[in-house]
């Protein structure tokens, strides 16, 4: 509303030849789209949403977060517990037939991308930093949580499993 308000008042100033009155407002209108679509950006994607946001930078594992040896245990864990789990309650929504909200869950590429939000779905080593592990551990009745209210959610140990292994830098195979 104010920035149609804006809009309407820049351009009956630049019919009137008020050139200097026009653009001040049209400065103050592209302020306030900024701030409109940023509001509505956070509305709909949650808070913290923006270009500027440190989670959008490329998810670099480093070797300190993986330790020697972990490679082995972490693939058998990941081949006998994580994927499973992704095939089971995942990958029908979030795979190469179907990626709902642009999110695939079904190669570690397309994990550390991420969907629409573009905050990558799992942070190796930062399970407090995992948007997938945090939709998980949501309450059922969350629009936000995974898998959805009228699937069959995670159990205790499932989510527990997952975080562990988003712990020990999320070993894919």
């Known amino acids: 509303m104010i920035c149609a308000g804006l809009a309407i008042v820049a351009w ?19 302020a306030a789209t900024v701030y409109a679509g940023h509001q509505g950006a956070s509305l709909t994607h949650g808070p913290g949403v923006t ?24 693939g058998s864990v990941f081949e006998k517990e994580i994927q ?5 309650s995942c990958i029908d929504c979030h795979g190469p037939d179907k990626a709902r909200g642009r999110l695939r869950l079904d190669s570690r590429e397309a994990v550390l991308a991420g969907g629409k939000s573009r905050l ?11 948007e997938l592990l945090r939709r998980v551990k949501l309450p ?9 209210e009228d699937e069959p959610g995670l159990t205790a140990e499932e989510i527990a ?11 894919w195979h």
């Open 161 to 171: 499993a997952l975080e562990k292994w988003i712990a020990g830098g999320a070993v």
């Open 84 to 88: 499973p789990l992704l095939q089971r």
């Open 12 to 30: 009956l100033a630049q019919a009137k030849g008020r050139v200097w009155l026009a653009r001040s407002t049209l400065g103050v209108l592209t």
């Open 120 to 130: 990558p779905s799992i942070t190796p080593g930062k399970p407090e930093a995992s």
């Open 51 to 74: 270009a500027w946001r440190e989670a959008r930078a490329p998810v670099v594992v480093k070797a300190a977060q993986v330790k020697p040896g972990a490679e082995a245990v972490a």
């Open 140 to 148: 059922r009745d969350d629009e936000d949580a995974m898998p959805p």
